[in-house]
């Protein structure tokens, strides 16, 4: 491999693997990347070793692409570690953008995750309560694993970020003009979102199918009506993040007639999605009365996972309070 | 133009007339059953038998039927006529001797007892088919016939059953000159007081006597004519053919720069308490309803009066219906209290009976108000503290038999009591009008919580709202009474007119805007817009706020998922700079 390519890193923290499927994805135009770059660091598909980059000099790595949130100590320290070596962080889908599914984990802690993960689901068998330490002595023998956070973190949070790729997971042509732009040096200003800045309604085809006053008298969830394919999510009182997300997905699932989740989360000038999307839902309420008010509220199945899908970390609420939490 | 004697009185009419029409017209009087001006005349009942001479020769005529002739000699009071008169009425009082009508006219006839077999004492039909002819000629649905012959002939429906013809008009009823048909109150007419005809009388009316303008008009869902498309009696009988059926509803565009919104209440509506008994007790009545029973105009000529026509000896009223209530309006109607009392007064005045008031709290808050209650206190009135559970007709004791029983909680003796009573009035309180939420749309004004329209300031502009130019008088902005709507609709004609004099106005500078660029074109805030003042640009895919019409109310701004909505002054950024500076200190 020649010396003159850029070196490109790709690493993954709290994820799902979808990111890495991503890149996979791009199918023979990985090529093109390939050729065009060197990847110095992949623990998902090829075999270098934290070592190896820990000799590279600082900086000497173009760009890392960091999928998935921070939850490990282990996590905390390798984006650290990729940071010093890498002139760009790009932080690459959902999870690093804001937190992600896992950041739906900020609801709990470490002890109630703990509990729920290794003592009270209904296929846990463990009578010995056996649950992960982070020292353990077997065999006379010293085994360190990382330490689990109680708080989940958007990789910002952790280390400084420069681009954000949005998406559960990015589109493969968001993907491809990223690496393009960094190729070439067109890059946008430190901190952008690399995709475009206003909501989805924007190029949503349901769009004109909204009445002249949009409002809902009954919340349903997709299973509880039969979905119109051209009609607009909230016209059909279903819950659809798209007015508080921002475009650029390629409207994926309203194309496969499912209301939009919210991955790509809010545009620049929205602090909270969450927030800003409840405030639009309680807007277009159809009644002036606060029982009827209550009632249709409280027919929203878990509103904080649905509002805060993949925003949780990165939102104004960052996580339920510690002592809160029983 | 024809010549004849009636009684040897000259008289001319019309040709085509009939005797009897030319006798009314001279204030002759020939007794009729079976005619109607409206119908047909069918001369089934021979009452109004004549004995007429003409060209030499007499016989014995039906005046309804018998068309008036030139050189006729009508005589309706002949020894013949009234032979003949008598022995008709003798047969039909044995036909139908409970018919009092026919009663009448025996007894003036001189006829004691009928010589013929009597088949049903209790029989009141004559078979003068005017039922029949109404129902045929008027309603045009023929839903009832004659039926079988000689005396075994009667009216009924086809079969003897309720026939779908039917439309309940009852038209039929009210054409019986007998009272031999009667209906019940089952076709979803609303008649209270059915004896003293305190409900909604004819399809066309005055609406009330002191109605401006003092016309008529037809109630189209009553109508006969707008179900059949036949009737057309009031047509018939307007001698001035002011009646018109193909008049119509009629939008009329006026342009003002101001406006004064005074579109009233509607009241409580007492049935939705049921267990008030409003509609299942005749005697427990409305406010309104006694308004129009204590009323001088009014069908008892202003005399308190049960369903029954007597005298109530036991008056109670009850207080805060449908207002001070969390089931129904939690506010205070501000009115009920005061004319709850006067309503005390004037059946002390008026019928002497005893007069319960089940009051929450008196709120006698106006000038002269609070000496008007200690004088109910002096008049005798009692006052009972507490809220009424429920009306009923079910006596425990022969005390309360044939009464009303109001249950009440006691709240001052601490025990709950049963006041039996003769008439129950229930102080309903007050609703904001029909179509409020519509209306301020349309003004692109705010309603409040209880869907009164919202004032711009509690205190400070009680007669303005959010949209300039558009002011607010009386009960369709809160509950009040007359005189504080005096005031206050003085006060909204003052402000209306310095602003029609200056001709311009200010502006509110915090406004919101839409950046168009970051707009998606998503409409959550278009529909949400108190004022209308967002419009969707549907070939921009962007919506766009009208400076002119915006208040800076930022209902939008809050609403707007995408953030492209922006508050002037109170910009994300700038709240968010606010806080931290709180947090600094």
């Not at chain 2, 959010?466 to 902005?477: K, N, P």
Request: hydrophobic share 40%.
């Amino acid at each position: 491999m020649s010396n003159a390519k850029p070196k490109v890193a790709f690493y993954w923290c709290a994820s799902c693997g979808g990111c890495e499927e991503s890149i996979v994805d791009l199918a023979e135009d990985i090529l093109k990347v390939v050729a065009a770059v060197d990847i110095v660091f992949w623990p998902v598909a090829l075999d270098f070793k934290k070592k190896d980059v820990e000799a590279m000099p600082d900086g000497s790595i173009a760009v890392s692409f960091i999928n998935g949130a921070i939850r490990l100590s282990e996590q905390e320290e390798m984006v650290k570690m990729l940071r010093r070596k890498s002139g760009l962080v790009v932080a690459h889908g959902s999870c690093a953008h804001m937190g992600g599914i896992p950041g739906l984990g900020n609801f709990w802690n470490k002890e109630t995750i703990f509990r729920r993960a290794y003592h009270t689901t209904p296929s846990t068998d463990n009578p010995d309560k056996v649950v992960p330490l982070e020292k353990t002595v077997y065999d006379g023998k010293e085994l360190t694993l990382p330490s689990f956070f109680d708080t989940v973190y958007s990789l910002d949070q952790v280390i400084d970020v420069d681009y954000y790729l949005p998406g559960c997971a990015p589109p493969r042509d968001l993907i491809l003009n990223a690496v393009t732009a960094i190729l070439e040096g067109k890059l946008p200003p430190k901190g952008s979102v690399l995709s475009p800045n206003k909501s989805e309604c924007d190029t949503c085809d349901r769009n004109k199918t909204k009445p002249e006053k949009l409002s809902i008298k009954e919340i349903k969830r997709t299973w509880e009506i039969i979905l119109d394919p051209e009609k607009c999510f909230l016209a059909q009182g279903v819950i659809c993040m798209g007015p508080a997300t921002r475009d650029g997905c390629g409207h994926r699932c309203i194309n496969g007639n499912m209301p939009c989740r919210g991955c790509f989360g809010p545009t620049d000038q929205v602090y909270d999605q969450g927030a800003k999307f409840l405030s639009a839902l309680a807007s277009i309420l159809d009644t002036n009365d606060e029982k009827e008010m209550d009632r249709i509220v409280q027919s929203i199945v878990d509103p904080a996972g649905t509002f805060y899908r993949f925003s949780l970390p990165k939102s104004l609420l960052g996580r339920k309070r510690m002592e809160t939490i029983k | 133009m024809i010549n004849l004697t009636i009684d040897g009185k000259k008289i001319e009419v019309e040709d085509g007339k009939t005797i009897l029409q030319a006798a009314a017209k001279n204030d002759i009087r020939i007794p009729t059953l079976c005619y109607h001006p409206v119908l047909e005349p069918y001369a089934a009942c021979r009452i109004c038998v004549v004995e007429v001479g003409l060209r030499g020769k007499t016989d014995l005529l039906t005046a309804c039927n018998t068309k008036a002739q030139e050189g006729m000699e009508v005589q309706t009071r002949s020894k013949r006529a009234l032979g003949a008169r008598r022995m008709n009425v003798e047969m039909l009082l044995a036909r139908a001797p409970a018919a009092e009508p026919i009663q009448k006219l025996a007894k003036e006839l001189g006829i004691e007892k009928t010589r013929f077999a009597v088949k049903d004492p209790n029989e009141k039909c004559i078979l003068c088919g005017l039922c029949v002819r109404a129902c045929e000629q008027i309603v045009g649905a023929s839903a009832i016939s004659f039926v079988e012959r000689g005396t075994e002939r009667k009216v009924t429906p086809p079969f003897g059953e309720p026939s779908e013809a039917c439309i309940g008009c009852t038209a039929c009823a009210y054409f019986c000159p007998t009272g031999a048909i009667t209906y019940e109150d089952k076709y979803g007419r609303k008649v209270i007081h059915e004896e003293l005809h305190l409900g909604p009388t004819t399809a066309i009316r005055v609406p009330i006597r002191q109605a401006v303008p003092m016309v008529p008009f037809i109630d189209t869902d009553a109508c006969i004519h707008f179900k059949t498309g036949e009737c057309k009696v009031c047509a018939k009988v307007c001698d001035r053919e002011a009646v018109n059926y193909d008049a119509q509803d009629e939008v009329i565009e006026v342009e003002a720069g101001t406006i004064i919104l005074a579109s009233g209440f509607k009241s409580f509506d007492a049935k939705r308490i049921p267990a008030y008994g409003y509609g299942r007790f005749p005697n427990v009545i409305s406010a309104l309803d006694f308004e129009r029973l204590v009323n001088a105009s009014g069908p008892t000529g202003g005399k308190i009066k049960l369903a029954d026509g007597s005298e109530p000896t036991a008056v109670g009223i009850v207080h805060c219906v449908g207002s001070r209530d969390e089931n129904y309006n939690e506010y205070c109607s501000r009115v009920c209290c005061m004319y709850a009392l006067k309503f005390a007064h004037l059946i002390h005045e008026k019928a002497h009976a005893d007069v319960y008031n089940f009051y929450i709290d008196l709120r006698c808050f106006g000038k002269g108000y609070e000496e008007f209650y200690h004088r109910l206190l002096k008049e005798g009135t009692k006052f009972i503290r507490g809220r009424v559970s429920d009306i009923s007709d079910m006596a425990l004791t022969k005390h309360e038999e044939g009464k009303l029983i109001i249950r009440v909680e006691d709240t001052l003796l601490g025990m709950v009591r049963r006041i039996p009573v003769d008439m129950v009035i229930l102080a309903t309180g007050l609703e904001p009008g029909l179509d409020q939420n519509q209306l301020a749309k349309i003004f692109n004004i705010s309603c409040s919580q209880d869907t009164f329209f919202l004032e711009r300031h509690p205190k400070l502009a009680p007669m303005s709202t959010f949209s300039d130019g558009i002011f607010l008088a009386g009960t369709c902005q809160a509950p009040r009474d007359i005189p504080d709507t005096v005031a206050q609709a003085g006060g909204a004609a003052a402000e209306a007119l310095a602003l029609a004099d200056k001709g311009t106005f200010a502006l509110e500078p915090v406004t919101a805007e839409i950046n168009k660029d970051l707009c998606s074109g998503c409409q959550v805030c278009v529909g949400l817009c108190p004022f209308t003042a967002i419009v969707y640009e549907k070939d921009e895919g962007h919506s766009e706020i009208n400076d002119a019409l915006c208040k800076g109310c930022g209902t939008c701004v809050a609403a707007c998922p995408s953030g492209a909505a922006q508050q002037k002054h109170f910009r994300d950024a700038q709240i968010f700079a606010e806080i931290e500076g709180i947090f600094l200190v």
